[in-house]
């Protein structure tokens, strides 16, 4: 609790106010470019029924999804401190609880992507069987299940230890407010460490068995192996940056301690590139490496004029 009401008190003092606003509009333009680029690409995703059974799109679309819900809410907290609005705890903790449950959603959704990659490439004659649009389904609710009760247990702790008239107190809108005491913010720590273990031998599994698919194949299923490798690689990095703004507060928390004037540009930076850049790298993977989707965005861009195959 000391901990929010010191960062509450660094976020609204000190600050110039040219240099707030020139900071809000460049976050504001990049949350709004990418929801936008988000929302054109799932609108492609649903126009065409060859991505609709397909479990590797299915999973990009959640991902595009979860992408823009996040990257709305941030640009809304974004505004509120901008414009020096403090929010009742209370209310603040239900856009947290959105936050977080994104936040925790795209990491998993990503390592669901690179285990579907896998068998596509190590197991081609199974991944028919295997990815369905059935069990990407199932996949997506799994991944809901396991982010919100994260997010809920951290929601029930904060309604048993927080202290009378906490819930009334006005505050930014932070992620930190539901980690009232240090026990739970060292379990929520723990917890995000464990994630990125699990994650990071997951992604390590499937790079090593696809770098030994694409030593042992030829021709096309060669060319398919490194594809696959390097679309894996991208992965990794997005999922380094994903769970690298769940360690942003503890950063921080550090930085505070050596100098108070360092809070607001390495808030400011970690917000920038684990936030927003973190996002971007979706579109990249696929609207741009993927060739069958490509086509499609290009065929949506120029507005129908161009022929589309029949396969996409």
């Given at each position: 609790?000391?901990?929010?009401?010191?960062?509450?008190?660094?976020?609204?003092?000190?600050?110039?106010?040219?240099?707030?606003?020139?900071?809000?509009a460049?976050?504001?333009?990049?949350?709004?470019?990418?929801?936008?680029?988000?929302?054109?690409?799932?609108?492609t995703f649903?126009?065409?029924?060859?991505?609709?059974?397909?479990?590797?799109?299915?999973?990009?679309?959640?991902?595009?999804?979860?992408?823009?819900?996040?990257?709305?809410?941030?640009?809304?907290v974004?505004?509120?401190?901008?414009?020096?609005?403090?929010?009742?705890?209370g209310?603040?903790?239900?856009?947290?609880?959105?936050?977080?449950?994104?936040?925790?959603?795209t990491?998993?959704?990503?390592?669901?992507?690179?285990?579907?990659?896998?068998?596509?490439?190590?197991?081609?004659?199974?991944h028919a069987s295997i990815?369905?649009?059935?069990?990407?389904i199932?996949?997506?609710i799994?991944?809901?299940?396991?982010?919100?009760v994260?997010?809920?247990?951290?929601?029930?702790?904060?309604?048993?230890?927080?202290?009378?008239?906490?819930?009334?107190?006005?505050?930014?809108?932070?992620?930190?407010?539901?980690?009232?005491?240090?026990?739970?913010?060292?379990?929520?720590?723990?917890?995000?460490?464990?994630?990125?273990?699990?994650?990071?031998?997951?992604?390590?599994?499937?790079?090593?068995?696809?770098?030994?698919?694409?030593?042992?194949?030829?021709?096309?299923?060669?060319?398919?192996?490194?594809?696959?490798?390097?679309?894996?690689?991208?992965?990794?990095?997005?999922?380094?940056?994903c769970?690298?703004?769940?360690?942003?507060?503890?950063?921080?928390?550090?930085a505070?301690?050596?100098?108070?004037?360092?809070?607001?540009?390495?808030?400011f930076?970690?917000?920038?590139?684990?936030?927003?850049?973190?996002?971007?790298?979706?579109?990249?993977?696929?609207?741009?490496?993927?060739?069958?989707?490509?086509?499609?965005?290009?065929?949506?861009?120029?507005?129908?004029?161009?022929p589309?195959?029949?396969?996409?």
């Amino acid at each position: 609790m000391d901990y929010n009401s010191s960062s509450e008190e660094l976020v609204m003092t000190g600050r110039d106010p040219s240099s707030v606003r020139m900071k809000t509009a460049l976050v504001l333009v990049l949350v709004w470019f990418f929801i936008y680029t988000d929302i054109f690409m799932l609108s492609t995703f649903f126009c065409r029924q060859a991505f609709r059974i397909d479990t590797r799109y299915i999973l990009f679309a959640h991902t595009l999804l979860m992408d823009s819900i996040l990257l709305f809410l941030t640009g809304l907290v974004v505004l509120f401190n901008c414009f020096y609005i403090l929010l009742p705890v209370g209310h603040c903790i239900v856009l947290c609880f959105l936050m977080g449950f994104s936040i925790k959603n795209t990491p998993y959704t990503i390592t669901a992507m690179c285990l579907e990659r896998y068998v596509a490439i190590c197991m081609p004659l199974r991944h028919a069987s295997i990815s369905t649009t059935g069990r990407a389904i199932a996949a997506i609710i799994i991944i809901w299940a396991f982010s919100s009760v994260k997010v809920i247990i951290d929601l029930v702790s904060v309604i048993v230890t927080a202290p009378p008239g906490y819930f009334a107190m006005p505050t930014s809108c932070d992620y930190q407010i539901i980690l009232v005491t240090e026990w739970h913010q060292l379990m929520y720590f723990i917890s995000n460490q464990m994630d990125f273990c699990i994650i990071v031998l997951i992604i390590v599994f499937c790079y090593t068995n696809l770098m030994l698919a694409a030593q042992a194949a030829s021709g096309e299923n060669k060319q398919s192996a490194s594809k696959g490798r390097h679309t894996l690689l991208l992965h990794a990095v997005q999922l380094f940056l994903c769970t690298a703004d769940l360690w942003c507060p503890f950063i921080l928390d550090v930085a505070t301690k050596q100098s108070k004037h360092l809070y607001l540009p390495i808030r400011f930076f970690n917000f920038i590139f684990f936030t927003i850049f973190s996002r971007a790298l979706s579109p990249l993977i696929y609207g741009l490496r993927d060739k069958k989707f490509n086509l499609a965005l290009k065929y949506y861009m120029s507005c129908k004029s161009k022929p589309l195959s029949r396969e996409i």
